[in-house]
């Protein structure tokens, strides 16, 4: 069974993990160890609680369930080199008002860089936490976009969406997440900004031709 180890346990890793929990050999790593290990409680049996060291050593598949500047510190550890990597950020600013980076580059390809030996995956950074708490059934059909550069570690987060109840829609090399953090940030504004509330997420829709 593939070891998963989520790094933060905000919305997105708490929302992440509890979709997860009985699917995947589940490991949580947080600052707060006593929160995480009170969390995990709450999860099926079989979820293991470590520090992040720990979490990354025993994890084929690491989620980064960071904002981008924690995740960028937390890629340039050596530790990841080899293993699956999942961005899930938003480079946002502090004020919300729009992205600190984008277009010519990507938070994505900034983590790919700090980690230059680990596989790279951007991920899940284009739905709301609150998805998570709806049954799975009402998510499965919101697409996860999914970018990066090794086939391999695409297609096992790919299998990750897909077991955490979401539709998967690839979009290619993990420059494509110059698409996808706008696309977030979109997101972002029409729940926040706009008024339409955090049971959003975008998605494509094909005409019949």
């Given at each position: 069974m593939t070891t998963i180890a989520i790094l933060g346990l905000g919305n997105m890793g708490k929302?992440?993990?509890k979709r997860l929990a009985g699917k995947a050999d589940l490991?949580?790593?947080?600052r707060d160890s006593a929160a995480a290990t009170a969390f995990a409680s709450t999860l099926p049996a079989g979820v293991t609680v470590l520090d992040q060291a720990g979490a990354i050593a025993k994890a084929d598949i690491v989620v980064l369930a960071l904002p981008f500047d924690a995740a960028l510190e937390t890629?340039?550890?050596p530790a990841l080199a080899g293993k699956v990597v999942i961005d899930i950020s938003n480079p946002v600013k502090a004020d919300f008002s729009g992205l600190a980076i984008g277009h010519t580059t990507s938070a994505a390809e900034q983590v790919q860089a700090a980690a230059p030996a680990a596989k790279v995956v951007k991920a899940f950074n284009t739905?709301?936490?609150?998805l998570f708490?709806?049954?799975a059934a009402e998510t499965a059909s919101v697409p996860v976009f999914v970018a990066g550069n090794d086939e391999a570690a695409v297609a096992a987060v790919s299998d990750l969406a897909s077991q955490a109840g979401f539709a998967v829609e690839k979009t290619g090399g993990v420059d494509a997440a110059r698409l996808l953090e706008p696309l977030?940030?979109?997101?972002?504004r029409f729940g926040?900004?706009?008024g339409h509330g955090t049971a959003i997420a975008p998605r494509w829709t094909?005409?019949?031709a």
């Amino acid at each position: 069974m593939t070891t998963i180890a989520i790094l933060g346990l905000g919305n997105m890793g708490k929302g992440l993990a509890k979709r997860l929990a009985g699917k995947a050999d589940l490991v949580l790593a947080s600052r707060d160890s006593a929160a995480a290990t009170a969390f995990a409680s709450t999860l099926p049996a079989g979820v293991t609680v470590l520090d992040q060291a720990g979490a990354i050593a025993k994890a084929d598949i690491v989620v980064l369930a960071l904002p981008f500047d924690a995740a960028l510190e937390t890629a340039a550890n050596p530790a990841l080199a080899g293993k699956v990597v999942i961005d899930i950020s938003n480079p946002v600013k502090a004020d919300f008002s729009g992205l600190a980076i984008g277009h010519t580059t990507s938070a994505a390809e900034q983590v790919q860089a700090a980690a230059p030996a680990a596989k790279v995956v951007k991920a899940f950074n284009t739905i709301f936490a609150g998805l998570f708490d709806l049954p799975a059934a009402e998510t499965a059909s919101v697409p996860v976009f999914v970018a990066g550069n090794d086939e391999a570690a695409v297609a096992a987060v790919s299998d990750l969406a897909s077991q955490a109840g979401f539709a998967v829609e690839k979009t290619g090399g993990v420059d494509a997440a110059r698409l996808l953090e706008p696309l977030g940030m979109l997101n972002i504004r029409f729940g926040y900004g706009l008024g339409h509330g955090t049971a959003i997420a975008p998605r494509w829709t094909k005409l019949a031709a």
